[in-house]
């Protein structure tokens, strides 16, 4: 059971919005940043998100994090095949002094 | 270009130990926290152990504490994870990762490593 709620699967056809939510606590999102994962098929995960809403150099505008109160989101617009991937959010966690991540969400593009 | 690479996986039986090594190229190692992330075959990530740039501060996982010992060494530029009394539900991959620049109190894994895959079975 994962600190941080995922739901387990995502899906949308292209061109489509699609977003990703990631639900935690006081002790967590609620006062901490959130980071955003993309793990591709056999691939080692990669930054995707950066301190709740900042892309990293090279992550297209399409990917975009918003945060409010316990609850952070991963949206991403104009969905395209190479999308398909798994997706994990992050943060600290206050009570536990640990980082904690989210369960994982696959999408699929259909 | 920035490289992380982990050595020292296998296999080995419930209750042995296993020492892994990452090899940091491409930045400032001295700079930077570094952290050690697992992926169980067919799970989510799991975050295991951190350090800050200067050793000083370190934390672990409530499932690794007592039991795994993160560790470097900036004149070789390398990233350690000593594992001992070793479980079934250690059997992961396991990534070296590179982290912030200051505070290692953070989810913020900027760069991976392509992982050494640990499987403890009897």
């Known amino acids: 059971q994962s600190v941080l709620t995922q739901p387990p699967s995502a899906s949308g056809t292209p061109g489509q919005r699609v977003t990703i939510s990631c639900s935690g606590s006081?002790?967590?999102?609620?006062?901490?940043?959130v980071y955003w994962y993309q793990q591709l098929p056999g691939t080692a995960p990669k930054l995707l998100i950066s301190?709740?809403?900042q892309r990293p150099s090279g992550v297209p505008d399409r990917f975009s994090g918003s945060k409010s109160g316990t609850s952070a989101s991963l949206a991403i617009s104009g969905l395209r095949s190479g999308d398909e991937a798994d997706y994990f959010c992050?943060?600290?966690?206050?009570?536990?002094?640990?980082?904690?991540f989210g369960g994982g969400t696959k999408l699929t593009v259909l | 270009e920035i490289q992380l690479v982990e050595s020292g996986g296998g296999s080995v039986q419930p209750g042995r130990s296993l020492r892994l090594s990452c090899t940091a190229s491409?930045?400032?190692?001295?700079?930077?926290?570094m952290h050690w992330v697992r992926q169980a075959p067919g799970r989510g990530l799991e975050w295991v152990s951190g350090?800050?740039?200067?050793?000083?501060?370190?934390g672990y996982a409530d499932s690794v504490k007592g039991r795994f010992t993160i560790s470097r060494d900036n004149a070789r530029n390398s990233l350690f994870l000593q594992m001992n009394s070793l479980r079934h539900e250690d059997t992961a991959l396991y990534y070296c990762?590179?982290?912030?620049?200051?505070?290692?109190?953070?989810?913020?894994?900027?760069?991976w490593g392509q992982g050494t895959q640990v499987t403890v079975s009897s």
């Open positions: 990762t590179k982290g912030e620049l200051g505070p290692w109190n953070r989810a913020f894994f900027e760069s």
């Open positions: 491409g930045f400032t190692f001295d700079d930077y926290a």
């Open positions: 350090i800050s740039w200067s050793s000083s501060a370190v």
């Open positions: 006081r002790s967590n999102i609620g006062i901490n940043l």
């Open positions: 301190r709740t809403d």
């Open positions: 992050a943060s600290w966690d206050d009570r536990l002094s640990a980082v904690v």
